[in-house]
């Protein structure tokens, strides 16, 4: 995590990967969505709420497999996020319905899983 530029404004932080040489000092490990559902221990996910910050264009442009185990997808867009992650084409790959959406937040549904 380091510090944002100053047109993001006080609350703002950025995310990134660290390069291999780089001191650990706030280096935290990171975790996909499928190794995150595979350490659950569960089959499937009912609700899956993402609030990333804008990071939701890497998530949905990197493996996005584990969205069939997941029956209802809440998530939060940040300015043009939406487009610039492909998203609305990642849900039609997963048989997603979208069930409500405004600019910047979408509740879809699985219709694989019922």
Same mark, same amino acid.
């Given at each position: 995590?380091?510090?944002?530029?100053?047109?993001?404004?006080?609350?703002?932080?950025?995310?990134?990967?660290?390069?291999?040489?780089?001191? /650990?000092?706030? &280096?935290?490990?990171?975790?996909?969505?499928?190794?995150?559902? %595979?350490?659950? #221990? @569960? $089959?499937? =996910?009912?609700?899956?709420?993402?609030?990333?910050?804008?990071?939701?264009?890497?998530?949905?442009?990197?493996?996005?497999?584990?969205?069939? /185990?997941?029956? &209802?997808?809440?998530?939060?867009?940040h300015d043009d996020s939406? %487009?610039?992650? #492909? @998203? $609305?084409? =990642?849900?039609?790959?997963?048989?997603?319905?979208?069930?409500?959406?405004?600019?910047h937040t979408v509740v879809?549904?699985?219709?694989?899983?019922?």
């Amino acid at each position: 995590i380091s510090e944002p530029s100053k047109d993001l404004g006080k609350w703002a932080l950025q995310v990134e990967a660290a390069p291999t040489t780089e001191s /650990k000092t706030n &280096v935290f490990q990171g975790y996909t969505l499928h190794q995150i559902i %595979e350490k659950s #221990g @569960f $089959d499937t =996910v009912d609700l899956l709420k993402i609030d990333i910050e804008g990071a939701e264009v890497d998530v949905f442009q990197a493996d996005t497999e584990w969205m069939k /185990k997941v029956r &209802v997808l809440a998530i939060e867009f940040h300015d043009d996020s939406r %487009e610039r992650a #492909g @998203f $609305d084409a =990642v849900l039609q790959k997963y048989n997603f319905e979208i069930v409500d959406s405004n600019f910047h937040t979408v509740v879809a549904t699985n219709r694989s899983l019922g």
